[in-house]
């Protein structure tokens, strides 16, 4: 390679082949320009056709944001039952609910949802999430503005479901609000047939509440089918790269990422994600967990064994060193692992290094800094070589697609016991949708998805749930 090419090189790997936008003040968000020094070169390259929808988004938010004359306008539409001109632009307003895996996918889908239908997509991140992501979008802010008039309303208003049916045609309401309270996924008809999304285009403000990852449910609606297969040809990569496009950990959060990762990571020749979610430690002990981790590591040679006959090293000198890093709300797996690592050498004679950033015990609720905590540990996993995951965790979901990683995902135990096999390595990074939607427009009656969408499957770690190809 001549030298000449290395500076262009440089630069398309730090804004990620053409996914960022070169247009923003570095020191504003250290991570954003930086994150291709700590993680590997994505091997899946961006549409050229996202990218131009990226930049014309970009244009869009520019000229729609908070505050700007659309904006205003637009509002007065909220503020009374004004039914005159929108200023031109359309919003959809997110709120998130549950763990940071749930808001950062079900963020990222709403994301696409602006891209798809053209809203503008501003962000409530309350005081909980408050200084943890960068903005994603020059020159403006997709943060919901604290005086959004009905923003006092929105804990009442989650006690409503609007539906399609609840649109009046003649009169259109200023805004929808859509709260999908976990488990329940009936707003197909609502985002995704022609008839009801003509409908919606009136109404300027669509306020939706979320956890999950709905991106697959465009592949129902012919319309949004074909536009999302052109932005995106490899299917499996949607998350992947929305998530590295729009976001990009604070200053504050990327302080504490890259000092762990200095100390921890920079050094080793491989870095393993070990990420724990035990959902219930009951059917799910201590132990059999610990078994099962190692059932699954050592199985598929992702460790080393330990040599149980010598206490010092008895094969040749081998200077190759492994770091995992374990995410988990409790410490027993990383003191059980250094334990054993540090007791006995490997048979490989490869040091075995272990680390774990936190462990917060149990789920706090409303609480910034334990959020800003799991935001950090996503990301560092993200940055690992391999990773190995739980089962039906959207904060496994969420570092293996930033990451780009298939993942070995850890089965859930059932009963006490150490599942067979323990583990599976995922067929796509993509994260998995844990309700499948199941609604197609024309034939007006519930259908299978996977006869429309044939690249959509059940989820390996969910039977109900589908995931892309
Ligand atoms: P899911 O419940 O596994 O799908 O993942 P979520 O991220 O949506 O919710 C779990 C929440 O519990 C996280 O957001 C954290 O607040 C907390 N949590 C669970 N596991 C970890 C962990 O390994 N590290 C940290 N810091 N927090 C965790």
């Known amino acids: 390679k001549s030298d000449s090419l290395q500076p262009t090189k440089m630069a398309n790997d730090k804004l ?18 930086r994150s291709f020094l700590y993680r590997k070169a994505s091997q899946h390259k961006p549409s050229p056709y996202l990218l131009s929808k990226l930049r014309e988004y970009e244009d869009l938010h520019k000229r729609c944001g908070p505050y700007t004359r659309s904006y205003n306008e637009t509002l007065k539409r909220l503020k009374s039952s004004h039914t005159g001109s929108t200023g031109g632009c359309n919003y959809i307003v997110w709120l998130g609910s549950n763990g940071m895996g749930n808001r950062i996918i079900s963020m990222a889908s709403a994301f696409l949802y602006a ?3 053209n809203r503008v997509l501003l962000v409530d991140h309350g005081r909980d999430m408050a200084h943890l992501f960068c903005e994603p979008f020059p020159n403006t802010s997709w943060i919901l503005p604290m ?18 049916r609840d649109i009046s045609e003649s009169s259109p309401p200023s805004f929808v609000y859509v709260n999908i309270p976990h488990g329940t996924y009936d707003f197909d008809e609502l985002f995704l047939c022609d008839q009801s999304r003509a409908l919606l285009e009136k109404v300027p403000w669509f306020i939706l509440s979320s956890d999950q990852y709905f991106a697959p449910s ?55 994600g070990l990420q724990i979610r035990v959902f219930n430690r009951k059917t799910s002990p201590v132990q059999v967990v610990m078994d099962q981790i190692l059932s ?55 040091v075995i290094r272990v680390c ?26 993200s940055l690992s070589d391999v990773l190995v995951t739980s089962a039906g965790s959207t904060f496994g979901y969420a570092a293996q697609g930033l990451g780009g990683l298939k993942p070995w995902m ?41 006869t429309v969408a044939p690249y959509v499957r059940h989820c390996a770690d969910r039977q109900a749930g589908v995931k892309l190809f």
């Open 218 to 272: 465009f592949f129902l609606s012919p319309s949004f089918k074909q536009e999302v297969s052109k932005l995106f040809p490899e299917k499996e990569t949607i998350f992947h790269q929305l998530g590295r496009y729009l976001l990009h950990p604070s200053n504050q959060v990327w302080r504490v990422i890259t000092k762990f990762y200095q100390t921890n990571l920079a050094k080793a020749e491989q870095r393993i």
């Open 296 to 350: 699954c590591m050592l199985k598929k040679k992702l460790l080393p064994e330990v040599d149980t006959q010598n206490d010092v090293r008895s094969s040749p000198p081998n200077n190759s060193s492994k770091t995992i890093l374990i995410t988990s709300l409790y410490s027993d797996y990383y003191e059980n692992m250094s334990a054993m690592y540090q007791s006995k050498p490997t048979v490989t004679g490869e």
């Open 16 to 33: 990620l082949d053409g996914l960022l936008s070169p247009g923003f003040d570095e020191k504003s968000c250290l991570s954003r320009y």
């Open 115 to 117: 891209l798809l239908a």
């Open 356 to 381: 774990q950033p936190s462990h917060e015990e149990y789920q706090h609720e409303a609480d910034n800094l334990h959020n800003m905590k799991a935001w950090a540990e996503i990301y560092l996993l």
């Open 147 to 164: 005086d959004f008039p009905i923003k006092k309303q929105f804990h009442t208003l989650k006690q409503r479901h609007d539906r399609f």
């Open 410 to 450: 850890l089965i859930r135990p059932k009963n006490k016991m150490v599942p067979y096999p323990p583990c599976r390595l995922d067929k796509s990074m993509d994260p998995c949708f844990h309700y499948a939607p199941s609604y197609e427009c024309k034939a007006k009656h519930k259908t299978d998805f996977f």
